[in-house]
């Protein structure tokens, strides 16, 4: 592990403004038996183009494109390597050149990263990142298989063959450490779980009480049935371009900043690091949390935070110029593919001061509307459903939050799902008691993009750029 340089430190500077202009996705399902690979990315490709109130003909956005980035979990689901030129060929895109983008369940957020580079650089002016999963050609059994083998096979992979078997002693450690409400981790689920029910792409939404969750079976103690995302088969994209093709294309782009950061497989061995400190924060603030951490034999970041997404927000909003994230982001689009991850982010992006992530739930300021105040929520998180309530397949996981916060800036939330007729497109209903979860002329807003037990991280910053 690297003992930070000045170097180290260096927020990014890019040559060139990035923007987002565009996005699109599938719904998300957990078997999509009816539509290959190829078909599932076109479903995300033709919204992008078709409607998002592009100022071209979709033709003719098409014929923008400079350069394609891809990402996808695992070749082993569909049994096809290379995958990415397969997609590819059928968008129609060749020969434009494109690249593959594997970093487990960062991958959509990496993907990003990778294709804003391109802009970034000038090596493109138009470039599509586009991301899918296909893990429905396989038993869940076999699937956790898969996703597992992500992990440290030294460390991690001797706890079981299965993700919420890793997280399962993250989030014992984090309730001993903090003294952890569990109903705290059962609110997370029941509140993102509520949000997918408004959202016609959502795979696994629902109505449920925090009792409802806490009865639930035990997947991997102490974490629950609800408290675990499912695996899913869809795909999503965005498209990123430069200023002067992002006014010609739309007249609501947004900018973007991103940045991500690694850490360690080997989540038992992390050895201890001074905290990097979030523009808001000061030494000061962890003297206690320090004192507590050698009282408990503890280290940061140890079993209880991920470094990697402490790293990623700490470069984002160097380069967003984010001062204060309760105060600066209007919505925020967590990885919670458990609601332990979820809590742990809370206080890696800063949203509250490590040690302190409950009283973020505790106190309303992630719901919409703050069901202790009556008023708005300070920052909400994950109105999409998230993972545990829309989707995790995760090649395009982070593109689909980046793109979910990307429509809230633009208003559009409604648009994309409040319309009746694109819940029929996916052969449902909409709710009667379907109800709008816009926020109300939101600047900025964060996602975070998560892999594994915190290998890879990538923080994104969209802000309206109008």
Same mark, same amino acid.
Request: include cysteine; aromatic fraction near 12%.
């Given at each position: 592990?690297?003992?930070?340089?000045?170097?180290?430190?260096?927020?990014?500077?890019?040559?060139?403004?990035?923007?987002?202009?565009?996005?699109?996705?599938?719904?998300?399902?957990?078997?999509?038996?009816?539509?290959?690979?190829?078909?599932?990315?076109?479903? &995300?490709?033709?919204?992008?183009?078709?409607?998002?109130?592009?100022?071209?003909?979709?033709?003719?956005?098409?014929?923008?494109?400079?350069? +394609?980035?891809?990402?996808?979990?695992?070749?082993?689901?569909?049994?096809?390597?290379?995958?990415?030129?397969? !997609?590819?060929?059928?968008?129609?895109?060749?020969?434009?050149?494109?690249?593959?983008?594997?970093?487990?369940? +960062?991958?959509?957020?990496?993907?990003?990263?990778?294709?804003?580079?391109?802009?970034?650089?000038?090596?493109?002016?138009?470039?599509?990142?586009?991301? $899918?999963?296909?893990?429905?050609?396989?038993?869940? $059994? !076999?699937?956790?298989?898969?996703?597992?083998? +992500?992990?440290?096979?030294?460390?991690?992979?001797?706890?079981?063959?299965?993700?919420?078997?890793?997280?399962?002693?993250?989030?014992?450690?984090?309730?001993?450490?903090?003294?952890?409400?569990?109903?705290?981790? +059962?609110?997370?689920?029941?509140?993102?779980?509520?949000?997918?029910?408004?959202? =016609?792409?959502?795979?696994? =939404?629902?109505?449920?009480?925090?009792?409802?969750?806490?009865?639930?079976?035990?997947?991997?103690?102490?974490?629950?049935?609800?408290?675990?995302?499912?695996?899913? !088969?869809?795909?999503?994209?965005?498209?990123?371009?430069?200023?002067?093709?992002?006014?010609?294309?739309?007249?609501?782009?947004?900018?973007?900043?991103? &940045?991500?950061?690694?850490?360690?497989?080997?989540?038992?061995?992390?050895?201890?690091?001074?905290?990097?400190?979030?523009?808001?924060?000061?030494?000061?603030?962890?003297?206690?949390?320090?004192?507590?951490?050698?009282?408990?034999?503890?280290? $940061? /970041?140890?079993?209880?935070?991920?470094?990697?997404?402490?790293?990623?927000?700490?470069?984002?909003?160097?380069?967003?110029?984010?001062?204060?994230?309760?105060?600066?982001?209007?919505?925020?689009?967590?990885?919670?593919?458990?609601?332990?991850?979820?809590?742990?982010?809370?206080?890696?992006?800063?949203?509250?001061?490590?040690?302190?992530?409950?009283?973020?739930?505790?106190?309303?300021?992630?719901?919409?509307?703050? /069901?202790?105040?009556?008023?708005?929520?300070?920052?909400?998180?994950?109105?999409?459903?998230?993972?545990?309530?829309?989707?995790?397949?995760?090649?395009?996981?982070?593109?689909?939050?980046?793109?979910?916060?990307?429509?809230?800036?633009?208003?559009?939330?409604?648009?994309?799902?409040?319309?009746?007729?694109? $819940?029929?497109?996916?052969?449902?209903?909409?709710?009667?008691?379907?109800?709008?979860?816009?926020?109300?002329? =939101?600047?900025?807003?964060?996602?975070?993009?998560?892999?594994?037990?915190?290998?890879?991280?990538?923080?994104?910053?969209?802000?309206?750029?109008?």
């Amino acid at each position: 592990m690297i003992k930070f340089g000045k170097g180290n430190l260096r927020i990014p500077k890019w040559e060139r403004d990035v923007y987002v202009v565009a996005a699109g996705m599938s719904d998300f399902r957990k078997h999509y038996p009816e539509k290959k690979i190829e078909e599932l990315t076109m479903m &995300a490709f033709r919204m992008l183009l078709e409607e998002n109130d592009l100022k071209m003909d979709p033709l003719e956005v098409k014929g923008l494109i400079n350069f +394609a980035a891809y990402g996808e979990f695992a070749d082993h689901f569909q049994d096809q390597l290379l995958c990415e030129s397969k !997609v590819h060929d059928y968008l129609g895109l060749d020969p434009l050149f494109n690249v593959g983008v594997k970093t487990g369940g +960062a991958t959509g957020g990496s993907n990003i990263l990778v294709a804003a580079s391109t802009v970034a650089s000038g090596l493109s002016d138009c470039t599509l990142a586009l991301g $899918w999963e296909r893990m429905d050609e396989v038993d869940t $059994w !076999v699937g956790n298989y898969y996703i597992a083998s +992500a992990a440290c096979k030294d460390f991690e992979t001797r706890l079981a063959r299965n993700y919420a078997s890793y997280y399962a002693p993250m989030a014992r450690r984090f309730q001993e450490m903090y003294n952890v409400d569990e109903r705290v981790r +059962a609110e997370i689920a029941v509140k993102n779980r509520y949000n997918a029910y408004m959202s =016609p792409f959502a795979q696994q =939404p629902g109505k449920h009480t925090i009792e409802e969750v806490l009865e639930g079976k035990i997947v991997s103690d102490p974490l629950r049935f609800l408290e675990c995302c499912a695996m899913s !088969v869809g795909s999503a994209a965005v498209l990123l371009c430069n200023e002067e093709l992002a006014y010609k294309l739309s007249d609501k782009p947004a900018k973007l900043f991103t &940045a991500g950061g690694s850490h360690t497989l080997r989540t038992g061995d992390r050895r201890h690091m001074e905290i990097p400190l979030l523009p808001n924060e000061k030494a000061s603030d962890y003297e206690k949390f320090y004192a507590e951490m050698k009282e408990n034999d503890g280290r $940061w /970041p140890g079993f209880e935070s991920f470094a990697a997404a402490r790293f990623a927000a700490y470069l984002t909003y160097g380069m967003a110029g984010i001062k204060d994230p309760m105060e600066d982001l209007d919505l925020v689009e967590t990885h919670d593919a458990f609601t332990i991850s979820d809590l742990q982010t809370y206080g890696d992006v800063g949203l509250t001061l490590y040690g302190e992530e409950q009283e973020y739930i505790k106190s309303g300021d992630c719901y919409l509307n703050n /069901p202790k105040t009556g008023k708005p929520g300070r920052c909400p998180s994950n109105l999409s459903g998230g993972l545990l309530g829309t989707m995790h397949a995760v090649g395009c996981t982070g593109i689909f939050s980046a793109s979910e916060v990307f429509w809230q800036l633009q208003g559009k939330y409604d648009k994309f799902h409040g319309d009746a007729k694109m $819940w029929e497109r996916y052969g449902k209903t909409k709710p009667a008691d379907w109800e709008s979860l816009q926020v109300k002329d =939101p600047r900025r807003g964060l996602y975070v993009s998560h892999a594994g037990v915190g290998s890879h991280v990538t923080c994104g910053v969209i802000e309206k750029a109008w």
